[in-house]
């Protein structure tokens, strides 16, 4: 029994060796080769890039010939097209056409402003549209006056009066607001007319652009066809009726409502019309909606080509 047992261990200890003995070979083995294949991956790799480089430098060869041959195809197409030139060449008489003469611009007499002031006669030289839209022009390079014919408090029958209109035109407006009214009492701008002295109605203006802006202290019976016949009137004391802009905004005590203003006025007047609703939401009266409303002309001023600094 021990004989056998014996035996058995030595059998299995030759065979440990008969497998650290393999486990070597295959670890040489498997290196050896690794290191087969690394050699020839890396020649592999030498190879292809000789031959792309051989293959680059024979393209660019190429490509020099096709340049250089293409060069001297248009070197030679140029001579022989100047050589044709020279042999067919005939001197055509010269014609001396006239120049075509610019239309000289028109000069802007001024701006004259005609309508509402709602500001204070103190806020007024410093911050109503009419000084911001001075400052404007001034600051843009523009040397055109800023003529103020505004009235503080003023209906518009009264600036129809003081632009001249006849007085058989502002009666007539006056007796329908008398007839409409039958018999109610009208606020004072719907039939008084200002009392304006000679200074006043001495027009200075007619050749300026109008910027016409009424309507705040009533005086057209809530009929914003009404307000638009009266602009119209003044509109017509102008000497040049195709140069102008209309501002709107929905009256003082609001009878009329700013949408319902501007449908009308818009119509009426097309590219020439400003809504001051649509410039800002401030109260008219305000000195940020004043500055808007000067700054919107000015930008219609350069939209309808007014005033332009080329």
């Given at each position: 029994m021990r004989r056998h047992?014996?035996?058995?261990?030595?059998?299995?200890?030759?065979?440990?060796?008969?497998?650290?003995?393999?486990l070597g070979s295959l670890i040489v083995w498997n290196k050896n080769q690794t290191k087969e294949d690394r050699q020839r991956l890396e020649k592999l790799a030498d190879e292809t890039?000789?031959?792309?480089e051989k293959a680059l430098e024979e393209s660019d060869k190429k490509q020099d010939k096709t340049e250089k041959a293409l060069q001297k195809k248009a070197a030679?197409?140029?001579?022989?097209?100047?050589?044709?030139?020279?042999?067919?060449?005939?001197?055509?008489?010269?014609?001396?056409s006239p120049k075509p003469s610019e239309p000289?611009?028109?000069?802007?007499?001024?701006?004259?402003?005609?309508?509402?002031?709602?500001?204070?006669?103190?806020?007024?030289?410093?911050?109503?549209y009419t000084s911001v839209l001075q400052k404007l022009l001034q600051d843009n390079g523009y040397d055109i006056p800023v003529l103020n014919k505004t009235l503080q408090g003023g209906g518009t029958l009264s600036m129809m009066k003081r632009a001249g209109v006849s007085d058989q035109i502002i009666q007539s407006f006056i007796s329908e607001h008398q007839k409409a009214a039958n018999g109610a009492q009208l606020y004072v701008t719907e039939t008084g007319i200002?009392?304006?002295?000679?200074?006043?109605?001495?027009?200075?203006?007619?050749d300026c652009i109008p910027v016409i802006f009424m309507g705040y202290y009533g005086g057209w019976n809530h009929d914003p066809?009404?307000?638009?016949?009266?602009q119209e009137h003044?509109?017509?004391?102008?000497?040049?009726?195709?140069?102008?802009?209309?501002?709107?905004?929905?009256?003082?005590d609001g009878s009329v409502d700013a949408?319902?203003?501007?449908?009308?006025?818009?119509?009426?007047?097309?590219?020439?019309?400003?809504?001051?609703?649509?410039?800002?939401?401030?109260?008219?009266?305000?000195?940020?909606?004043q500055a808007a409303m000067a700054q919107a002309i000015y930008q219609k001023m350069l939209e309808l080509k007014y005033i332009s600094k080329e």
């Open positions: 047992s014996k035996f058995i261990n030595v059998c299995l200890a030759l065979l440990c060796v008969v497998l650290v003995v393999i890039r000789a031959k792309d030679q197409e140029k001579e022989n097209a100047v050589a044709s030139e020279k042999e067919n060449a005939v001197t055509p008489t010269p014609v001396l000289a611009k028109e000069k802007v007499a001024g701006i004259s402003c005609w309508g509402d002031d709602l500001l204070t006669a103190d806020d007024t030289q410093q911050y109503s200002r009392d304006f002295t000679e200074e006043e109605l001495v027009r200075d203006d007619l066809a009404e307000l638009a016949q009266q003044i509109l017509k004391t102008f000497s040049n009726q195709d140069r102008f802009i209309v501002v709107g905004t929905r009256p003082l949408a319902t203003l501007d449908a009308a006025l818009s119509e009426k007047w097309k590219e020439h019309y400003i809504s001051l609703a649509a410039v800002t939401s401030a109260p008219a009266s305000t000195y940020e909606a």
